[in-house]
């Protein structure tokens, strides 16, 4: 049974930053892309960042240079450092693989204050 948990958001003021987490449950994740979603009010589900297995990133123009998607094999994790937070980055923050391979996680609110 393939788990996601994330975890590490909260709220913060605008121009901080935070770190979230993702501990997956998934068979072969050293081999797995991965990647971070999020899902603001009123608005579809968007993926943020990509990982590949070998460390290959992509973003998102909107978070492109303030966000760093990075993995901990290890660990089967994978994070998100989200620095200079804008109010528009409010949004509930989910995990999952490239084509939403695997049932989504609770998430973790992420709320940005002006």
């Known amino acids: 049974q393939v788990q996601l948990v994330e975890s590490g958001g909260g709220l913060v003021q605008a121009g901080g930053s935070l770190r979230l987490s993702c501990v997956a449950s998934?068979?072969?994740?050293?081999?797995?892309?991965m990647g971070w979603y999020r899902q603001a009010p009123g608005k579809q589900r968007e993926l943020v960042a990509l990982?590949?297995?070998?460390?290959?990133?992509n973003y998102a123009d909107s978070v492109k240079g303030r966000f760093t998607i990075s993995r901990d094999n290890a660990k089967n994790t994978v994070y998100l450092q989200m620095n200079s937070l804008e109010p528009e980055d409010t949004a509930v923050y989910y995990c999952?693989?490239?084509?939403?391979?695997?049932?989504w996680g609770q998430g973790t609110q992420v709320t940005v204050s002006s």
């Open positions: 998934v068979s072969y994740f050293s081999a797995k892309t």
């Open positions: 990982i590949t297995s070998g460390g290959s990133t």
């Open positions: 999952n693989g490239p084509r939403r391979d695997y049932p």
